[in-house]
């Protein structure tokens, strides 16, 4: 028995958060940057980030990507209740072009019956759509197959690769040590005045800070992993407040610029 006295106190009950929009992120196991980067372009208030894992293998190749989808729902059965998530989202790029949105659906529904679910690529073709993008210019991380398998996909979803190019890194943990600055300077450096915009995919890069700066010297639409998938995510939760300072995607309201 405690030597202390323990004294009750009433407490008074609020709505908790359930007035904030929570957004189940789904991250790979490698992945240090989905979150941070998320949190610097939420709103001030009322949009949240609830995180778990799925387990990924390096180096990264076209089959360890496909594995991604026997965990998600594994994944979404983690969050307790379910109805507390508003939308999921599955954080990676290449996994999500590889997957089909179909597939990806099917198993989370296999735990969470009916729920929203967003991802990079999902993100990316509905910006595209909203934007009237029809032709792009795409600088990626990943080696030289898991690009090409990008730009296939890409290409059987109606968009045009103008130009294409990449930092040939095939393992996350040095993904996510790529500066900004780097970044920067790949995409001018590879775009093209052919593309309509700058499409940078994958998750493991800190893309955040270079979109206002990559838009003001392209001259155009600069459409990122991250950006994409919380536009997508916000708008399916039905948050249509626009962000300033990340692109001229999170100024989109209901498809409109």
């Known amino acids: 028995m405690s030597a202390y006295e323990i004294k009750h106190v009433e407490a008074s009950l609020d709505a908790g958060m359930a ?9 790979l196991s490698t992945d240090v940057v989905t979150e941070y980067e998320l949190r610097n372009m939420l709103p001030a208030d009322g949009v949240s980030i609830s995180a778990t894992r799925i387990e990924t293998h390096n180096p990264i190749t076209i089959e360890h990507l496909r594995g991604h989808a026997s965990e998600i729902a594994k994944a979404a059965a983690l969050f307790v209740p379910p109805e507390s998530v508003n939308v999921f989202a599955y954080g990676c790029t290449s996994g999500s072009a590889l997957i089909s949105q179909e597939k990806l659906e099917a198993e989370l529904h296999r735990t969470v019956p009916g729920a929203k ?15 009237g993008i029809e032709c792009v210019s795409m600088l990626t991380p990943y080696p030289d197959d898991v690009t090409a398998a990008m730009v296939d996909c890409l290409r059987e979803a109606g968009i045009r690769i103008a130009s294409c190019g990449s ?18 300077q790949a ?40 950006q994409a998938m919380l536009w997508d995510a916000l708008q399916l939760a039905g948050c249509r407040t626009p962000l300033e300072g990340f692109g001229k995607l999170l100024t989109v309201v209901d498809g409109t610029p």
Do not use: W
């Not at 915009?197 to 990122?224: D, N, Y």
């Open 167 to 184: 930092f040939q890194i095939d393992n996350d943990y040095e993904i996510i040590n790529i500066s900004p600055q780097s970044i920067i």
């Open 19 to 27: 007035a904030q929009v929570v957004i189940g992120l789904i991250a």
């Open 117 to 131: 679910l967003t991802s990079p690529m999902t993100g990316a073709y509905k910006a595209f759509k909203a934007l």
């Open 187 to 226: 995409g001018i450096a590879i775009s093209s005045d052919a593309a309509q915009a700058l499409f940078i995919p994958c998750t493991g890069l800190r893309t955040s800070s270079v979109i206002a700066h990559l838009e003001a010297q392209l001259r155009k639409p600069v459409i990122t992993a991250h």
